[in-house]
């Protein structure tokens, strides 16, 4: 099983900072794989970016990913208030999925 | 726009079956990939399994002996079962759709369930 880890647990920055969260994998996987989701209280997930790069509809363009092999991050620059939730991170490259542990990014 | 609705009983006794249904509308079954994830309250997300439209399933090898998964085309349709169930399995369950080259989305909004006697 390909465990994601992500960092940090929390992140505390003000709106207009920009966010950069980390997701490390434990065994290679093809970014095409790799996808970030955003959960707010009392919703389900929502797709936010995959593969490389490729946003979501309805995403706006001050988020952005990257990464390879083991390493990959979420960008968001210039956070928004509608933008503090938690973040996961997830591979569909490997049976079983599997999914990090989140990161909250939460106001400051 | 496609849209995914859980439904479902909301209490399950332990060692019965937990058995849930995702209605699909705006949109047909064939051609992707129909996942189930949960979360148990306060934590983070874990993959049940999926059904691809052509009956084909895979499930995570922590909930297979206890899965089972399946489709009903007509309807529009996706159902999960889980069988001897505890406290562990308390959790909100959603249902997904995986397209090609598009992974989870959209959601459904998700349904509690909760077992206890």
């Known amino acids: 099983e390909i465990v994601l880890t992500q960092s940090p647990g929390t992140l505390s920055l003000s709106p207009g900072e920009r966010a950069t969260l980390s997701c490390r994998a434990s065994?290679?996987?093809?970014?095409?794989?790799l996808a970030w989701y955003q959960q707010k209280p009392g919703q389900a997930p929502r797709l936010v970016l995959y593969?490389?790069?490729n946003r979501a509809t309805g995403i706006a363009d001050r988020f952005t990913s990257g990464g390879s092999g083991t390493d990959f991050a979420l960008t968001i620059n210039r956070l928004e208030p509608e933008d503090f939730a938690v973040y996961y991170c997830?591979?569909?490259?490997?049976?079983?999925?599997?999914f990090g542990q989140g990161t909250k990014v939460e106001i400051k | 726009q496609v849209q995914l609705q859980e439904s479902g009983p909301g209490l399950v006794k332990p060692s019965e079956t937990l058995s849930l249904t995702c209605t699909v509308s705006?949109?047909?079954?064939?051609?992707?990939?129909w996942t189930w994830v949960r979360q148990p309250p306060g934590k983070g997300l874990e993959w049940i399994g999926y059904?691809?439209?052509?009956?084909?399933?895979d499930s995570n090898p922590s909930l297979k002996s206890r899965v089972t998964i399946s489709l009903d085309t007509p309807k529009n349709q996706i159902s999960l079962k889980l069988r001897s169930v505890t406290a562990a399995d308390t959790a909100v369950y959603y249902c997904?759709?995986?397209?090609?080259?598009?992974?989870?989305?959209?959601w459904g909004q998700g349904t509690l369930v909760t077992v206890s006697s």
């Open positions: 997904a759709r995986l397209g090609l080259g598009i992974p989870f989305d959209p």
């Open positions: 705006g949109g047909s079954i064939s051609g992707y990939f």
């Open positions: 059904i691809y439209y052509n009956g084909n399933t």
């Open positions: 065994q290679s996987i093809s970014i095409s794989y």
């Open positions: 593969g490389a790069s």
């Open positions: 997830q591979q569909h490259d490997t049976s079983p999925w599997t």
